[in-house]
């Protein structure tokens, strides 16, 4: 069975300091990965997907995620936060299957300090 | 430039009341998707959708069913909305396929009184 696991749900930081959010997925096959954003009173949109080729996969807004396979894991980072990332992160890995069912993490609430 | 649209933003019901949450897609997407967004437990999939009259149960499909007639259009329903189903409801699709960017409406918050 599919699952996946953020570690941290809420991350409180000051401006330029930098950010590693954690995911952990078990999935059997051929897995893609997503994180995803949410701003305050937005709509959830993509950030980043790694799905083959290079593991390190730049994102929107100079996020990156770097995917270790041997560690079944798909961690966020961001060298240097501000205020305007401030918003909840889900990781998200789903499966080749056109018809495979599409779960996420628990979710990373981050929060900015100007 | 897509759009997932769900019918409400806010909608306060009676505990008991049969309730219907719309979500409409304009992208021709075989799969869609119901959740509930609660704090600290991130989203739970409810039902999902990989084609016209087809369903799948997700991780917490208990007190809700789905209807989808038309591709464009996944249908939530409460049966008997209870107190513990308010909640933020989120549609969403995709096309099929793993790799796949999944596009969001905006949320039905819910409240049951």
């Known amino acids: 069975a599919q699952s996946v696991s953020q570690h941290n749900h809420h991350v409180i930081l000051s401006e330029a300091a930098s950010l590693e959010l954690g995911c952990n997925y078990s999935?059997?096959?051929?897995?893609?990965l997503f994180w995803y954003v949410q701003y305050p009173g937005q709509h959830l949109q993509l950030l980043l997907k790694?799905?083959?080729?290079?593991?390190l996969v730049k994102g929107i807004k100079g996020f990156e995620a770097e995917f270790i396979k041997s560690k079944f894991s798909f961690n966020l980072r961001k060298p240097s936060v501000q205020w305007s990332d401030t918003a909840e992160y889900f990781c998200?890995?789903?499966?080749?299957?056109?018809?495979?069912?599409?779960?996420f993490g628990q979710g990373t609430t981050l929060q900015v300090k100007p | 430039d897509v759009k997932v649209t769900q019918s409400s933003r806010y909608l306060v019901k009676r505990t008991g009341e049969k309730v219907f949450l719309e979500c409409v897609q304009d992208?021709?997407?075989?799969?869609m998707f119901w959740y509930r967004q609660d704090p600290g437990l991130g989203l739970r999939l409810i039902y999902f959708?990989?084609?016209?009259?087809?369903?799948e149960k997700g991780d917490i499909p208990e007190g809700y069913s789905v209807s989808r007639e038309k591709k464009e259009r996944f249908s939530l329903i409460l049966e008997s909305a209870s107190t513990n189903q308010t909640s933020m409801y989120l549609c969403?699709?995709?096309?099929?396929?793993?790799?796949?960017?999944?596009?969001f409406g905006q949320g039905t918050r819910l409240t049951v009184v």
């Open positions: 969403a699709s995709k096309q099929g396929g793993g790799d796949t960017e999944a596009f």
């Open positions: 999935y059997g096959g051929t897995v893609n």
């Open positions: 790694y799905f083959s080729g290079d593991p």
């Open positions: 998200a890995p789903t499966g080749s299957s056109n018809t495979g069912k599409l779960i």
């Open positions: 992208m021709d997407h075989e799969n």
């Open positions: 959708s990989y084609d016209v009259k087809m369903k």
